[in-house]
């Protein structure tokens, strides 16, 4: 195995099973040829398996069905650093998640700030659509899926309840995420952010102060 190969194949293992990888996660290696012949020769090594396009995984193994299908999401964050893209949960996937839906999405799709595109790597395929709402750098999947979740809803549907309801299922690192965000939303969506912080730290205060919440919850 080349020295390359070696170093590369020492970062794979680190990340564990089940990693999703493309080319650009090596280029502090050496040169961008450099890295694609070492990864080439790993995958007929099978060390690790092309999946698509600049696309690689180190497979999680089955004792009967020996290399297993990459998930989803794996396939999705390599594909936007792939491209450069940031990346964040669809509106279906996100409502799902706060319980304001009980469909579970049938299909892996996610938001982007990159173009509308469908991948196939390893006999699945995944969705990844333009956002017109923000992706916010530095934030979780949770802080960026209330983003698309509102974005979807539009003003016009986040009432009371739906405060209530995605107040008490963001912590603080998620709520100053999105206060960070606030310059890049549009406006009506700041405010929205303003009130779901503030009726979380009302409900907090009032769990403290052994008092009733504010609000009440759904």
């Known amino acids: 195995m080349s020295a ?24 502090d290696f050496g040169t961008r040829g450099s890295v694609d012949m070492a990864l080439s020769r790993l995958a007929q090594a099978s060390e690790i398996r092309r999946i698509g396009r600049g696309l690689y995984d180190y497979p999680q193994l089955h004792d009967k069905l020996g290399a297993l299908t990459p998930d989803a999401e794996m396939i999705a964050q390599a594909v936007s ?3 450069g893209d940031r990346l964040a949960p669809s509106a279906a996937a996100a409502a799902n998640r706060f319980g304001l839906s009980t469909q579970v999405p049938a299909r892996s799709s996610y938001a982007t700030t990159g173009r509308t595109r469908v991948r196939n790597a390893a006999g699945r395929s995944v969705t ?7 992706v916010l750098g ?6 960026n899926g209330v983003v698309q979740l509102l974005a979807s809803l539009g003003r016009n549907k986040v009432d009371a309840n739906a405060i209530a309801h995605l107040s008490v299922r963001l912590d603080d690192k998620d709520l100053a995420a999105l206060l960070k965000g606030r310059p890049v939303m549009p406006g009506w969506m700041g405010d929205v952010v303003l009130r779901l ?19 009440r919850l759904s």
């Open 197 to 215: 912080n503030a009726h979380r730290r009302g409900s907090i205060g009032a769990v403290r102060g052994g008092k009733n919440s504010p609000e």
């Open 81 to 83: 650093a792939q491209s």
């Open 138 to 143: 530095n934030a979780s999947d949770a802080a």
């Open 128 to 134: 990844l659509k333009h956002s017109r709402a923000p």
């Open 4 to 27: 390359m190969a070696d170093k590369i194949m020492k970062r794979v293992r680190a990340k564990g099973r089940g990693w999703v990888f493309t080319p650009k996660h090596f280029i």
